[in-house]
């Protein structure tokens, strides 16, 4: 096991990531094999992540802890601190930030904002309209009747997949909508795209993007796609089932025009900029965009990362993103799935007591994120208690690779889903034609 921080190295790098998930596991994970990197910090982080970074669980004030640490790179893993302007902050101190800046990281944070971005870049998406609270009953009921046969409701905050419904059932997507609006919020109701989903995770910096390999991503937490949307259940890349230019129209269509015309607005992008796309009968749709990298897709994409992260990561806080040589890739397949609580996505129960995914078990794939530590043992206290990723040649012994290392693992009442990439592996994905209904 490495030293705590993994100090002692040949690097100079100090960096603080900010966040405390799985994403941020894997984000630390890699930094903390990069011989250029000295330090690795988190904050807050969680204690299955302490064999490979410092962790720093008061994150009340990043930028006290980036100036008391000295650090020359803050990388910041979750939407809320972007979205509320932790990056502005922070460059105002001095600091090289991964992540946009609280006027870009609206394209995540506002749908109204970014679907104003695609109308005006010429970005296929969902149509879309919104409901305010208060509205009227027939009005409801007369959108309602705009859409369908299958309803997408969606509340329109930051709600991390969570709040959406996908559903054929109008009484369901009514009920949905009243109890948004109950909650004060407005909804959006949405076309449904219709085609099998990819992340795409771009780095982008200004005018220039560059992709990383794309991923699938699996939101209900039931098996076959069933039950309620979670923040993702398990995800897997590259996607063979992709057309072999998938990953380049999916940029030349969608986020090369994005990130031109958020440069043109004077709201120049400069971070990661997820796309979370529909692959449907006219290509690529855009779903929706974040404004940082997906959890749990990031575990699998940087598993298969080769170049080292931290200098990356540097170029795109540092402007200089065009003169990056090509990233390299490993060969293969990575996939990982998502252990979660006992009762998560409703209420997950926290405190059970977790088994053999103790910190420092990141070689054997674990990527923990809502863990705390209990008498020595790490408990559950999030929904998503932790990840395992599986590596292989091909996508089914990938698939294998994580379920055996998951069956290691024991949380009482736990819970995860056995189908994850199957469909892939089973060849059963298939991409709509082109200008097919
Ligand atoms: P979002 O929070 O917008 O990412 O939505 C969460 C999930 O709901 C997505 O990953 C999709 O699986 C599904 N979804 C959202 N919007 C649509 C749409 N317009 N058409 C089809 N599926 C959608
Ligand atoms: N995996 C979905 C997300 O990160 O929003």
Sequence with gaps: MRPSGGLARLGTMRILVLGSGAREHALAYSLSRD???????????????????TLHPDDSNPVGLAQELGVDL???GPEIPLVAGVGDELREAGFAVFGPSKAAAQIEGSKAFAKDVMARAGVRTASAESLQPGTWDAEIEATLDRFGPRFVVKDDGLAAGKGVV???DRAVARAHIDDVHAAGNPVLLESFLDGPEVSLFCLVDGETVVPLIPAQDFKRVGEGDTGPNTGGMGAYTPLPWLPEDGVQRIVDEVCIPVAKQM????????GLLYAGLAWTSNGPEVIEFNCRFGDPETQPVLQLLDTPLAGVLNAVANGTLAELPPLQWKDGYALTVVLAAEGYPESAKKGGVITGAE???????????GVAEKDGALVAAGGRVLNVVGEGATLEEAREKAYATLATIDLPGGHFRKDIALAAVEGKI??????QA
Excluded: C, F, L
């Design 430 to 435: 298939t991409v709509p034609g082109e200008g």
């Design 263 to 270: 440069a043109e607005d004077g709201v120049p992008y400069s």
């Design 359 to 369: 910190a420092g078990s990141e070689d054997r794939g674990v990527r923990a994120a």
């Design 35 to 53: 011989e250029s990197v000295s330090e690795v910090h988190v904050s807050p982080g969680n204690p299955g992540m302490k064999a490979i970074a």
């Design 166 to 168: 996908v559903t054929d």
């Design 74 to 76: 803050v990388v910041i």
